[in-house]
């Protein structure tokens, strides 16, 4: 069974630009989590979508983004990109989301801001 | 609220010897409890995860985890451990709310010394 695949796996924008990431859950799953990773804050939860609906979110500003199709893909928006978000994009799936469910993550972005 | 924490941020270990990442967790009711790793560059991956039953808990190469109720810990260990062990282990658990909102620990890295 395919993983949990990323697009793109590295991203380099300048301030003021606008970004969009790309996942591919795993055949099944219908639960997709978004979450940040810096040096600084380690894993931050970003937002939650299952049955292309946005089930929970993190407390991020609204420039950052998302939704799910039909298939379970999901994107990720960031508008008006800042330094500070530089980071490390991961994105997981599984299969309700549910509270004994495994995630299982993807290689990642790597978004640079310059 | 539920939450993890990891007590080190780093824990060195020679290779052969056996190791411990510390985890102790603050949740109500019945604890679901995971350990996931991160190599260098790539996303998380699923070591493994206490439900509910037996309090030692087995997983992917060669790790196993102790729940221990009275201390509130989940600690990984392994036996003997590999230079290619070195790696950023993650404890985490389910957040509030319905749906799956995980909480991380800040991540313990670790370093296996040849």
């Known amino acids: 069974k395919a993983g949990v695949t990323q697009t793109p796996r590295y991203l380099i924008k300048t301030r003021g630009q606008q970004v969009t990431l790309s996942c591919s859950p795993i055949s099944g799953h219908r639960s997709v989590s978004w979450y940040q990773q810096t040096p600084g804050q380690g894993l931050q939860f970003l937002f939650e979508?299952?049955?292309?609906?946005?089930?929970n979110k993190g407390n991020f500003p609204g420039r950052f983004s998302g939704r799910q199709f039909s298939n379970s893909r999901s994107e990720m928006n960031v508008s008006t990109l800042e330094l500070g978000d530089s980071a490390l994009y991961l994105c997981?799936?599984?299969?309700?989301?549910?509270?004994?469910?495994?995630?299982?993550f993807g290689p990642g972005t790597r978004l640079t801001v310059l | 609220a539920q939450s993890v924490a990891q007590p080190e941020d780093q824990v060195n270990v020679a290779e052969g010897n056996p190791l411990t990442v510390k985890c102790t967790y603050s949740v109500s009711g019945n604890p679901y409890l995971f350990w996931y790793v991160q190599y260098p560059n790539r996303g998380l991956q699923f070591l493994l995860k206490?439900?509910?039953?037996?309090?030692l808990v087995k997983g992917s190469y060669g790790f196993e985890a102790e729940f221990n109720k009275s201390q509130t810990s989940f600690h990984l260990k392994k036996p003997s451990a590999l230079v290619s062990d070195s790696a950023l282990y993650f404890c985490a658990c389910p957040g509030p709310g319905g749906s799956y909102i995980p909480t991380f620990g800040r991540g313990t890295s670790l370093i296996v010394h040849p």
């Open positions: 206490y439900i509910t039953g037996d309090n």
């Open positions: 997981a799936s599984s299969f309700t989301g549910g509270e004994a469910d495994t995630q299982y």
């Open positions: 979508y299952f049955s292309e609906t946005q089930r």
